[in-house]
């Protein structure tokens, strides 16, 4: 129980540091890291098991072992998930991640999984190492920007990620496709290559257009 409000104690200290401040704290501690669940749905069994369980038992242990040892977690808010939920339901992403994160947190607690931190993506501290990692990447001359077709909605002005259309498998002719994969072949392709491609949203047919995209150039960059 000492440890425990202990390593809850840590948590408001984190909250008033920097993100150095943070990485300074945590030398000589180990820490244990699991996957993000998305905050775009409740949570079910699968999510639960192999999502947070594993991280909770294996913390679990390894503080019966005596190790000093820090659970974190959190929900990942961005991505096209999030967009096309909140779509769905009528709402901002802000929005929709407020509403998520507290089902979340509800149900972790409910099932006494014991994070030492479980917090979002959106937060000042994760802006600032992203941006901080995204500088220094930049800084370095590792990106490059290149031209990209995609498909365009013009109903809904806005690009089409992979989740965000549909259509007939290129490969397989199955419909109902998604924008990268087909879950009946289990192939994959590009987007452009989809038949009879529609906006989940509006239903309209996209255009392909030409847009700019980022991309880390990782053959100079050694680990």
Request: hydrophobic fraction near 35%; glycine fraction near 6%.
């Amino acid at each position: 129980k000492r440890i425990v409000k202990r390593l809850r104690a840590i948590f408001f200290f984190f909250k008033q540091k920097t993100a150095y401040e943070i990485s300074a704290c945590l030398v000589g501690s180990e820490m244990c890291i699991r996957d993000r669940p998305y905050v775009n749905n409740v949570p079910h069994l699968g999510n639960l098991i192999g999502c947070v369980l594993s991280g909770d038992v294996y913390t679990r242990y390894c503080r019966l072992r005596g190790h000093n040892v820090i659970y974190v977690c959190g929900t990942d808010e961005y991505g096209t998930t999030t967009e096309v939920k909140a779509r769905q339901e009528g709402l901002t992403p802000r929005q929709l991640c407020d509403k998520y994160f507290k089902i979340h947190k509800e149900v972790y607690d409910w099932f006494d999984i014991d994070f030492d931190i479980f917090d979002r993506t959106s937060t000042p501290q994760q802006t600032e190492i992203t941006q901080d990692i995204f500088l220094k990447v930049k800084q370095n001359n590792y990106i490059s920007e290149h031209t990209v077709s995609q498909l365009f909605c013009e109903a809904c002005s806005v690009f089409l990620a992979d989740r965000m259309v549909e259509g007939i498998c290129p490969k397989c002719g199955a419909d109902g496709a998604r924008g990268d994969q087909c879950d009946a072949c289990q192939q994959i392709y590009d987007a452009t290559e989809l038949k009879t491609p529609q906006c989940i949203s509006c239903k309209k047919t996209p255009i392909v257009k030409d847009s700019q995209h980022l991309f880390i150039n990782l053959s100079l960059i050694h680990i």
